[in-house]
């Protein structure tokens, strides 16, 4: 059985740093293209970052410069590290594959 756990959220004042993590398990992570969203109440879920199978990566606008994906292969494990983070980041953050398979998300907080 495919499982997407996401964990390492919590509360962070402006201009702090968290790092997250999404363990999956029953697939291997370098054989497929996982991403992360954040959603927020009464908004729609958007993408953060991904990553593809052979290390490619991408940002949305809002995280480039500030968020770095990666990926540790030996342990199956995707990574978001969050720096210089902002009240605007405050979301639930969902480890995602392929477009297809979520996780059950993680709360970040960013206090002003």
């Known amino acids: 059985q495919v499982q997407l756990v996401e964990s390492g959220g919590g509360w962070v004042p402006t201009g702090g740093s968290l790092t997250l993590s999404c363990q999956i398990s029953g697939v291997d992570a370098k054989r497929n293209v996982i991403l992360w969203f954040r959603e927020t109440p009464g908004s729609q879920r958007e993408w953060v970052a991904s990553i593809t199978g052979p290390g490619d990566r991408a940002y949305a606008d809002p995280a480039k410069g500030r968020f770095t994906i990666s990926r540790d292969d030996d342990r199956n494990i995707v990574h978001l590290q969050l720096n210089e983070l902002r009240p605007e980041d405050t979301a639930t953050y969902y480890c995602?594959?392929?477009?297809?398979?979520w996780g059950q998300g993680t709360q970040v907080t960013v206090s002003s």
């Open positions: 995602n594959r392929n477009n297809f398979q």
